[in-house]
Structures are given as C-alpha cells and as structure tokens.
C-alpha cells in the first residue's frame, strides 16, 4: 500500500517516472520493487552508513503514466 501511494502521488505531481536502487542483498526491497512494476536497469554501488562501507547495488526505474 505504501508503493502504492507513492507511486500515485508521484503520477499527480506529474512525474514521468521513478527511479530506485536497492542493495544487492535486500531481496524483500528488490521484491517490493518488482511487484510495483519497477524494472531492472542495471547495477551500481552506494555507500551505507550503517555498513560503513561501499556497498553493490541494483537500480530499477517504472514508468508512469504510460509515458517515457
């Protein structure tokens, strides 16, 4: 519900699309992502805090409103 709601304020403010990046080892994220219509686009690395280190990550983008 709470993808939901972001995904629909985001198609009010009329953005074009969101973009997310998940940790390569949060699959409940990369699974949230998924099911919210997200699609992989590639890989990438962030830092994180809580690791103090460099982490790999996965980048998703979905579409809204059915524009590119």
Same mark, same amino acid.
């Given at each position: 519900?709470?993808? !939901?709601? /972001? /995904?629909?304020?985001?198609?009010? &403010?009329? &953005?074009?699309? $969101?973009?997310?990046?998940? +940790?390569?080892?949060? $699959?409940?994220? /990369?699974?949230?992502?998924? #099911?919210?219509?997200? !699609? =992989?686009?590639?890989?990438?690395? $962030? =830092? ?9 990550? +996965?980048?998703? #983008?979905?579409? $809204?409103?059915?524009? !590119?």
């Amino acid at each position: 519900e709470a993808m !939901e709601a /972001i /995904i629909a304020h985001a198609e009010g &403010l009329g &953005l074009k699309a $969101l973009v997310a990046q998940a +940790f390569q080892d949060n $699959l409940a994220s /990369i699974k949230v992502l998924t #099911r919210s219509g997200f !699609e =992989y686009e590639g890989e990438g690395e $962030l =830092y994180s805090l809580a690791r103090a280190a460099t982490v790999p990550t +996965f980048r998703y #983008r979905r579409v $809204l409103g059915g524009r !590119e």
